[in-house]
């Protein structure tokens, strides 16, 4: 994939997925600027981004429009979820309404608020890749706010890929099973919850954050110039199993 020279934002580059990207993009001779509330632990050109604050994205706007910058792509990776629960089947417990809308505004209208101050300065020809979950399209416990808001980002990438369509900007997402990372910690690290998911996918086990980055690099590079709006699976198998 040629990917040598041009330019992607990648939001949520300081750890896990994000991280991973980013560091590939540069691997492969991209430009990257990497977008987190905290600093990265690579070089990279770096912006202190928090994309819940108005303000925030402002000063990126600004900073793209005082410089000139253009980009190829943006991906974003950044999300807020919950540790896992374990329950009886029996029982039954509703988020709270506060912590909903809070993972609401960071994992889908933040996202959209950001695409829709930065589209101007977004390529012909240039690809926004969104990073789902299989909790789009299954049920997790005591969650809804994370699974809703990731089959939102699904159905946003779709509406964006008609919207931005006539300047040849395409949207997709990645959705993704059971990722080993900072956010999935708690459940790999308890034997019971690892082993659970594992058996719940086609491979036996969990995937890894280079497992993520070459799909993300396809849907980036001109290869991938006639996919969009669409969802491209990397789980292990786990929304394919049946018995």
Known sequence: MELKGKKFLVVGASRGIGEAIAKSLIFNNANVIGLSR????????????DITKDSSIDLLKNHLK????????????????????????????????EVFN????????????????????????SSIVMISSIG??????????YQVSKAGLEAMARSLS????PKNIRANSVVLGYIKTKMTENSFNNKELREERENRT???RWGNVNEVTGIVKFLLSEE????????????????????
């Open 38 to 49: 905290n600093n990265l632990n690579y070089d990279c050109e770096y912006i202190k981004f």
């Open 66 to 97: 005082t410089n000139q910058i253009f980009f190829d792509g943006i991906v974003f990776a950044a999300a807020k979820s919950l540790p896992p629960k374990n329950r009886d089947n029996d029982s039954y417990e509703l988020q709270d309404p």
């Open 102 to 125: 809070d993972i609401i505004k960071t994992n889908l209208l933040s996202i959209y608020n950001c695409i829709h101050k930065l589209k101007d300065f977004l390529k012909k020809d």
């Open 136 to 145: 789009a399209h299954l049920s997790f416990p005591n969650n809804p706010g």
């Open 162 to 165: 008609y919207d931005l369509g």
């Open 202 to 204: 086609i491979l036996k």
């Open 224 to 243: 991938s110039k006639y996919i969009t709006g669409t969802s491209i699976i990397v789980d292990g198998g786990w929304l394919s199993k049946g018995l």
